[in-house]
Nanobody, 126 residues
Framework: QVQLVESGGGLAQPGGSLRLSCAASGFTLDYYAIGWFRQAPGKDREGVSCISANGVSTYYADSVKGRFTISRDNAKNTVYLQMSTLKPEDTAVYFC???????????????????WGQGTQVTVSS
């Protein structure tokens, strides 16, 4: 069964850090670009970051640039999103998704992504 599972969400204080993981089962991530999206209540889904299959190309939305870092460990079939200097406006459900065809990462289009995880809640609050 093809599956993506996010973990690592939770409650963090403003200025704090969290690391999200996106683990794949049933398929290998080696040939897939991975995107992270987030959706806050009442807001549209936002593409946050992307990493290409070979890890060379990355993209960050302006809202997270300089604070978030995406990485991958294909040996562990896992992609990570290190989130630092968290702000209350980062509060959202975070989803990872896999795209077989993206070579160079850029602004994310959810329609390009084939497999999705169930999401993990991130809450930034004092």
């Amino acid at each position: 069964q093809v599956q993506l599972v996010e973990s690592g969400g939770g409650l963090a204080q403003p200025g704090g850090s969290l690391r999200l993981s996106c683990a794949a089962s049933g398929f290998t991530l080696d040939y897939y670009a991975i995107g992270w999206f987030r959706q806050a209540p009442g807001k549209d889904r936002e593409g946050v970051s992307c990493i290409s299959a070979n890890g060379v190309s990355t993209y960050y939305a302006d809202s997270v640039k300089g604070r978030f870092t995406i990485s991958r460990d294909n040996a562990k079939n896992t992609v990570y999103l290190q989130m630092s200097t968290l702000k209350p406006e980062d509060t959202a459900v975070y989803f990872c998704a896999a795209d077989r065809w993206t070579v160079l990462c850029g602004p994310l289009d959810s329609g390009d992504y084939h497999f999705w995880g169930q999401g993990t809640q991130v809450t930034v609050s004092s």
